[in-house]
């Protein structure tokens, strides 16, 4: 798969804001993975191009950041935060459960590719824990039934 | 979901009124006055002498003073200045600018304007971490409303002064809210600190000359410029002027957010503010200022919130994350979510950053399955005192101090670990 | 100039430099003044990452690394303090937590940076027994090298290598923390003309290269300084020999010439050296194309019969003298004494020549063409043109570069009366040649080279040919002297040789073996 001509407009607009194209990359990144995903080799490849660098600029990029992912991923991200604040309120307790009804563990996707589960560390909802979110959705104030209410929500 | 501050002082007072978040509702309230007393009263100048005498301090961890900060941009310079706000906000335990962005949006960029003004810089990029989709989106509408008033743009309120404000969203990495690691980020690189010289007001965001600021840093500003430096530091205490918006999480009974002036006792905020541990549990220790500082035993609790007063209990402020742990928390579990934290998100440049978080990391989960030794001990602290102070960043200083406060405070756990080879609080949070 | 003071000596120093610069611009780094580093390179940006170089600095409150603190005139330096000792002890022991400690399996054992540094700064006792990290060994990242996650430090010298010098940019720093990993990007290999360099500064056993690995312990090697002879920049090299073999090149530092870099191909033609197709005897070539070998002393003779008889028929003016450009000055000084005292004025070097670059690549394919050149061997054109047009009945040849520009007229060389052949290799010259003598190579011998920048270095014998073989020079002195020619009755003596050069041909004034030393002198008419 390609990037469409909107992402490449998206991106192109992006680059207007900022001194040097480059600047721009961390947004085309989004811009491109909300369209296809994740970003591949190929993509990698294509955003290069257009960025005028390497595809291993790229995806060295892609592998720092945590938002990124270089491999197809489950339709919706679920991530639990448990960090500190949220483990003391049971945050890992309800991870425990997730996993359990999903049949998965942290760090895969559900085998029909709807959900992939994740930790992630403190997601600035210190005192409405424990909390996950989905994309870039978050619930908050969480047991087991409310979050697995949401996460059976998802198509 | 997000409440507004239980408390409430100058930034936070109308976060409850849902009008507030639009240009309209803001001008209402007085809002851009400031500015527009800034670039029409008021030389760069002034702005910066009037900021330095309000004592105004970073409110992103460091507490450096803002308007010495701003002194640093260079004046005569051919290059672009740019500012860079940093709300990346990924401190554990810290959920202010997220309130600060998604109920009084305009209040910061008014904040950015006045800055913008005294550096003479013609763009600010706003860094919000990724994960913040929805202040994200408070923010760009905020900014777009703005740019439609004329009030950020080619002539901001018919000045002539020029001001852009470009949001870039991250992409998850703890790393890019230092500062450094935010303007390599913004290049659209690894958010890997840069090495100082050069630091960034020579040789800053793409190589021009830049200040990073904090949210709550920007939004104080136009409080200052409208109320004066006297009306400032009528709160808080002689050295830590104004107010800050804590977060307090973890085992009490009203977690959330409290306006309050910095000085503040700790104890106050803990027992009467966030209402206490629940159920009639006492507190066994609480982290003050984000998971980067060491915590402190219930015995010190009454201590003022503020760098001057918390430094001689060795912690600091930080970025007011009050994190409260009741009697039945294990330590050792603590710091396996501590350490575990800061080996994730360790950029991996500096050696002793990177090995040392990892290395931490694993002897204390090894502690809290029951294989420790004594020697561990020793040895974390040990690794503790070979990362503090030797690295590019304060990541490191970061990562060591709260292993050290745990065992200045809490040996004891570890040592019982060690004894028994077994956690021995059954009632702990789980891991 | 900014005065710096170094654990209590006052040293003069560049301005806008940095501590380590500084201390390197005077030669002193690791030989004087002991700053241990790995991730700082002189030929590199500066990363700052590794923390290893850290010194006391008067007025600041914490170590600074030496690598990125700028010098400033009264600054005061310390190195071996308290502090200082126990920061480096931090780093090695944190550097070792990960790290296989694969020593006695691992190739880089004896130059590895790791282990000299634990010996001379770490603790003398590890302190964790913690799972290591498991990632890719042996891993084939391109034609050239291997590399081992395991045992990488991170020092990202050969990250930074990629992206500055071939600007190939092939090698990344992934992920992040203690997940990082040096890697190539799918599909893309670390492939490129200087590749082979990111094992030379490699400081620990990740980056090998797969011509060098498990060929030799490095401690059984000398290194024996030298140039390379792939092509006319003349890099400086160290030929790591042992039992008498070359087991490789790697880069000798000289600012003027390669900084301390070498190209693959360049590093690889030591290979020439010890190769299958070395000519081992002197062979005569019999009427009726039988060929016999037979003893130096004999093809002398022989040679020297043939050229007295065809001068005495002919005249001089039916020979002519093809130099090499791959021959010393004191061999080319030498032949041109011969052919002037034979009167032979018909002389030219034929230069191979090949695909260049703006880094080091030239694309003269010969070490010594400008000293060729400057000894009165020129274009090859008007020799070729008297060999196709008539004129021409006899030669002598040193080398077969000839057979490029001659291509299918090779034939016509071998209807000359007499051809007398001079080389270090077997090549179809040799099927037209009357009288062949064995050479040795440039690392066989004492002598030195023009680089295409005019700059004359030195090479020196880091081997014995296993076989019958000797410097041009001798092969054309034993002629002279057979020839009954004055002045060349003397031992081959290539120092003298040199001397007499210098001394006699302006262009080499002050360039002889021993006063260019080992770092090479520019000649003082510069390049010819």
């Known amino acids: ?155 | ?431 | 100039m900014p005065n710096v003071s170094i654990d209590g000596v006052e040293y003069e120093v560049a301005e806008g430099r940095t501590i380590l610069q500084a201390i390197d611009d005077l030669g002193l780094l690791m030989n004087g003044v002991d700053i241990p580093h790995y991730c700082w390179h002189p030929k590199l940006s500066i990363d700052g990452s590794c923390r290893l170089c850290q010194v006391e600095v008067e007025g600041f409150p914490k170590l600074q690394i030496a690598c990125n603190t700028p010098v400033k005139d009264g600054m005061v330096v310390r190195t071996q303090t308290e502090s200082v000792q126990r920061a480096r002890e931090g780093v090695m022991e944190l550097l070792l937590v990960n790290h296989p400690l694969d020593c006695p399996i691992c190739d880089q054992a004896g130059e590895c940076k790791l282990q000299d540094y634990a010996f001379e700064y770490g603790l003398s006792h590890a302190r964790t027994e913690e799972p290591r990290r498991a990632l890719k060994k042996r891993y084939d990242i391109g034609p050239t090298i291997l590399l081992d996650q395991e045992r990488c430090i991170l020092c990202r010298r050969c990250v930074r290598f990629c992206r500055e010098v071939p600007e190939t940019s092939e090698l990344a720093v992934f992920a992040r923390g203690d997940r990082s990993t040096i890697d190539v990007h799918p599909g893309v290999e670390l492939d490129n003309d200087y590749s082979m360099n990111v094992a030379d500064i490699c400081p620990v056993g990740a980056l090998t290269t797969k011509d060098f690995r498990f060929k030799v312990r490095v401690w059984f090697l000398d290194d024996v300084p030298g140039v390379c002879t792939g092509c006319s920049n003349g890099c400086n090299i160290h030929l790591g020999v042992a039992s008498n073999k070359v087991y490789r090149y790697v880069p000798r530092r000289n600012d003027e010439v390669n900084e301390t870099w070498i190209c693959d191909e360049g590093r690889l033609s030591y290979k020439a050296i010890g190769a299958p197709d070395r000519l081992d005897a002197s062979e005569l070539r019999h009427a009726d194309g039988r060929v016999e070998t037979v003893r130096r002393d004999q093809a002398i003779t022989l040679a020297a019969a043939k050229l007295r008889s065809l001068i005495a028929t002919q005249g001089a003016g039916a020979l002519a003298g093809i130099a090499s450009a791959h021959a010393t000055n004191e061999d080319l000084f030498t032949f041109r004494r011969l052919l002037d005292a034979l009167g032979i004025e018909s002389r030219a070097c034929p230069v191979p020549t090949g695909r260049s670059d703006a880094l080091l690549i030239k694309a003269e394919k010969a070490a010594n063409a400008a000293g060729a050149r400057a000894l009165g061997f020129g274009d090859p054109a008007p020799v070729l043109d008297r060999l196709r047009g008539g004129g021409l009945e006899g030669a002598i040849v040193l080398g077969h570069d000839l057979l490029g520009p001659l291509g299918p007229d090779v034939s016509r060389l071998g209807s000359l009366d007499t051809v007398i052949l001079i080389d270090t290799h077997h090549s179809e010259l040799e099927r037209v040649a009357d009288v062949v003598f064995p050479a040795r190579h440039a690392a066989e011998k004492l002598g030195t080279l023009t680089n295409h920048a005019g700059r004359v270095q030195r090479v020196q014998p880091a081997l014995e040919p296993p076989f019958e073989a000797y410097a041009e020079g001798e092969i054309l002195t034993r002629l002279g002297e057979a020839l009954a020619l004055p002045g060349f009755e003397a031992d081959w003596d290539p120092r003298a040789v040199s001397k007499r050069m210098a001394q006699e041909v302006r262009a080499f004034a002050g360039c002889d073996v021993d006063s260019v030393g080992d770092s090479g002198k520019p000649m003082p008419g510069g390049s010819a």
């Open chain 2, 1 to 431: 979901m997000l409440t507004v501050p239980y408390v409430t002082s100058y930034l936070s007072e109308h976060f409850g009124d849902d009008a507030f978040r639009t240009l309209e509702g803001y001008r209402a309230r007085g809002g851009y006055q400031a500015a527009k007393k800034a670039l029409t009263e008021m030389s760069p100048e002034d702005v910066v002498e009037l900021v330095k005498t309000a004592g105004l301090q970073g409110r992103g961890g460091a507490g450096f003073s803002t308007g010495l900060k701003w002194s640093f941009m260079p004046k005569e310079t051919d290059k672009p200045k740019y500012l860079a706000c940093n709300a990346d906000e990924s401190e554990p335990g810290s959920f202010k600018d997220r309130i600060l962005l998604e109920r009084g949006p305009h209040q910061m960029l008014e904040g950015i304007l006045i800055a913008a003004w005294a550096t003479g810089a013609e763009k600010t990029f706003v860094y919000v971490r990724g994960e913040y989709a929805y202040p994200a989106r408070c923010l760009q509408q905020a900014i777009d409303e703005a740019e439609a008033a004329g009030i950020l743009g080619a002539n901001v309120m018919g000045t002539g002064f020029r001001h852009d404000v470009v949001l870039m969203r991250g992409a998850g990495a703890y790393i890019c809210g230092e500062e450094t690691g935010l303007l390599e980020s913004l290049e659209g690189k690894k958010g890997q600190p840069r090495k100082k010289p050069p630091f960034p007001a020579q040789y800053g965001a793409f190589g021009m000359p830049t200040t990073v600021n904090n949210v709550e840093t920007f939004c104080h500003v136009p409080h200052i410029l409208t109320r004066g430096a006297d009306w400032f530091r009528g709160f808080g205490t002689e050295k830590s002027p104004g107010t800050t918006i804590f977060g307090v999480s973890g085992h009490v009974v009203r977690p959330g957010l409290y306006e309050l002036p910095l000085g503040t006792r700790l104890d106050e905020i803990v027992f009467e503010h966030a209402g206490g541990v629940p159920d009639g549990r006492k507190v066994k220790g609480v982290i003050p200022g984000g998971m980067s500082m060491p915590v402190l035993p219930a015995s010190m609790l009454d201590v003022p919130m503020a760098n001057e007063s918390l430094r001689e209990r060795k912690t600091m402020l930080g970025t007011g994350g009050i994190m409260v742990m009741d009697e039945t928390t294990c330590m050792v579990r603590a710091a396996c979510v501590i350490t575990y934290f800061f080996r994730d998100e360790s950029c991996g440049q500096c050696t002793q950053c990177r090995e040392g978080t990892g290395w931490m990391n694993r002897i204390v989960e090894r502690i809290e399955r029951g294989a420790g030794t004594h020697e561990d001990l020793e040895v974390l602290l040990d690794v503790c005192g070979k990362m503090e102070g030797q690295t590019i960043c304060a990541f490191a200083d970061a990562a060591a101090w709260p292993v050290q406060g745990l065992l200045r405070h809490f040996r004891e756990d570890f040592e019982e670990h060690v004894r028994r080879q077994k956690c021995p609080f059954p009632d702990s949070f789980e891991l």
């Open chain 1, 1 to 155: 798969m390609s990037l469409s001509e909107q992402v490449r407009d998206g991106i192109a607009r992006e680059m207007a804001k900022y001194p040097k194209k480059r600047g721009a990359l961390l947004p085309a990144l989004h811009l491109a993975q909300a369209e296809l995903g994740h970003i591949s080799v190929e993509t990698a490849k294509e955003l290069a191009e257009v960025f005028e660098i390497r595809p291993i600029d790229v995806m060295e990029v892609v592998s720092f950041y945590n938002m990124f992912y270089d491999r197809p991923q489950g339709r919706h991200h679920v991530y639990v935060c448990t960090n500190l604040p949220c483990s003391l309120r049971g945050a890992r307790t309800l991870m425990r459960g997730i996993e359990a009804r999903l049949g998965i563990e942290a760090g895969e996707t559900t085998a029909d590719g709807r959900i992939t589960l994740g930790h992630e560390e403190c997601l600035g909802a210190c005192a409405y824990a424990p909390m996950l979110r989905v994309g870039g959705t978050y619930h908050e104030d969480l047991d087991l039934e409310k979050a697995m209410q949401i996460l059976d929500g998802l198509e």
